[in-house]
């Protein structure tokens, strides 16, 4: 397999090279080429398969220049951190189908990717015998994921920025209570955008990015999007074969579009198990009117109680242009170009219709997503946090539209949003095992002002 900028102005790449490179060279992201596709045959094979040998197939088909042992070595090291051999279980509440993607250490979905990413770059460093800095912000979920991802590893530091008193108390603990020697929490003195925005500065001073061999995280690694696409394939099948289903659909949360765009991957893997893709967002909800009105255009970012998605310009969007764009790199670039100036994309009927055919979507508001967990809990008491209620709430307004059931992604532990879960049920959601006590143990976090410099000489002093 080789991997193919969007923007077309890199030669290919091997997967191995795809996932130290990130954003691709020329500025834009890394998509497998060609799109995969297995027969009938396979899909009924896999359809017997586990969730690691499943994992370890697809995952062959896209890292095929990884050695198999080693591959299911780093599957292995990755989802024996979760707290269920499943890895990503799939419930029927008494009402929908939920599929937990919260048992990885942290308790987000993110872990499904992050913990496979952080072996996967442990493993490609010592192959080379290099190191790593990685460096990332975080508005709460990614950061600690992240930081689960690698703690421990001897050829990788991490450096998390975080917005200081603006992240839940338990995600901020999460991240400060790891005690290993190679994680450096930064508190900044600012927002979540000042914290990106100086990480992003860091890495366009290509000097000091190659003197610290700094690496990201980010959700435009292709790594997390491949090990994203499993769940998707790994639940389709297991209702096909559990309850029949012909053709199963599923509603997604979404901000960035990495999740959402791993389900449109998974979709093309094993046609035609999976029919329509439910894009879900909060009040921000840019990628809704991308769906429904045929127009991408950036507006303010408003702050929900299902923080993770608050998002505008969703940074996987990129990848879907491609294709919606007959994977013409030289379109794509213009169009990313003039985007980046006047904050809007229109699209042609003909496009407006392709999309419809790939996704159906709703924006559901920060009361839907309350009365949905209320809802909920009451019907089957089955606790929902706020960011799967928001593709609970979907699929109840789309599924009559949709042929076959529908998987709601729960991307969350709902002891992750206590607030709110509190202000929808009256009782506080029960904390795993894992996030209890962790008040008491002792926290490590350095607090800096929103000053690229400072932050450097920081990074700088504590630098593999
Ligand atoms: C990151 C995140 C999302 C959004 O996922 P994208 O890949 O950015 O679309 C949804 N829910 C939770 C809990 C998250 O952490």
Redesign the pocket.
Known sequence: MEYISTRGQIAPVSFKEAVMMGLADDGGLLLPNPMPSVDAATIDAWRELDYQALCLEIMTIFANDLPGPVLNDLISRAYETFDTREVTPLVFNGQQYILE??HGPTF???DVALQFLGNLFSWLLEEKGETMNILGATS???GS?AIYGVKGKDNINIFILHPRGRVSPVQALQMTTVPDLNVFNIAVEGTFDDCQAIVKEIFNDLEFKAEYRLGSIN?INWARVQA?IVYYVYAALKLQRDAGAQQVNFS???????????GYVAKQLIRPVIGRLILATNENNILTRFVLEGKYAKSRVVSTI?P??D?QV???FERYLYYLYDRDPVRVSSTMKDFQKKGEIVFSREERQQVRRDFASVSINQDQTLETIRECYKNTGYVL?P??A??VAAADKLASTLDGPVVC?A??HPA??PDAVRKATGREPERPEAMKGLENLPSRCRILPADIELIKDYVKQNAL
């Open positions: 993607l919260f987000a979905f993110k709460g979920d990614t994921a959700s994203q997604v949360p979404t901000g960035n579009f990495g999740d959402i765009f791993a299902s993770s998605m998002i969703a940074s996987n946090d960011h799967s928001v593709g992604l991307t969350a992750k949003f």
